[in-house]
Nanobody
Framework: EVELVESGGGSVQAGGSLRLSCTAARFAFDDSDMAWYRQTPGNECEKVASITTDGRTYYAESVNGRFTISRDSAKGPVYLQMNSLKLEDTAVYYC??????????????WGQGTQVTVSS
């Protein structure tokens, strides 16, 4: 059973930055397109960014221009640089294989997530 480990979350003031990391043992990052999802306090789930094995990226409109997804190589780890954080970015952030249904992601199919809290 593979578990992805998210880290780097925390509390930050609006306008600040955080960098999330996604690592795993015994996981073939180089075979997988990866994504970051988030679950808000209202239990809404959203895919915020994804990156293919060859580096093509996607961003949700809500984070485009503020967040950057990257990977050191196709072998991982995967990062999410979050700048100009807003109150509405408060959520639990999950790393997962891209195209995983949200219900599975927030059900901890891949990892436990990392909490990001943005305050004014």
């Amino acid at each position: 059973e593979v578990e992805l480990v998210e880290s780097g979350g925390g509390s930050v003031q609006a306008g600040g930055s955080l960098r999330l990391s996604c690592t795993a043992a015994r996981f073939a990052f180089d075979d997988s397109d990866m994504a970051w999802y988030r679950q808000t306090p209202g239990n809404e789930c959203e895919k915020v960014a994804s990156i293919t094995t060859d580096g093509r990226t996607y961003y949700a409109e809500s984070v485009n221009g503020r967040f950057t997804i990257s990977r050191d190589s196709a072998k991982g780890p995967v990062y999410l640089q979050m700048n100009s954080l807003k109150l509405e970015d408060t959520a639990v952030y999950y790393c997962a294989v891209d195209e995983t249904p949200c219900s599975m992601v927030i059900g901890h199919a891949w990892g436990q997530g990392t909490q990001v809290t943005v305050s004014s």
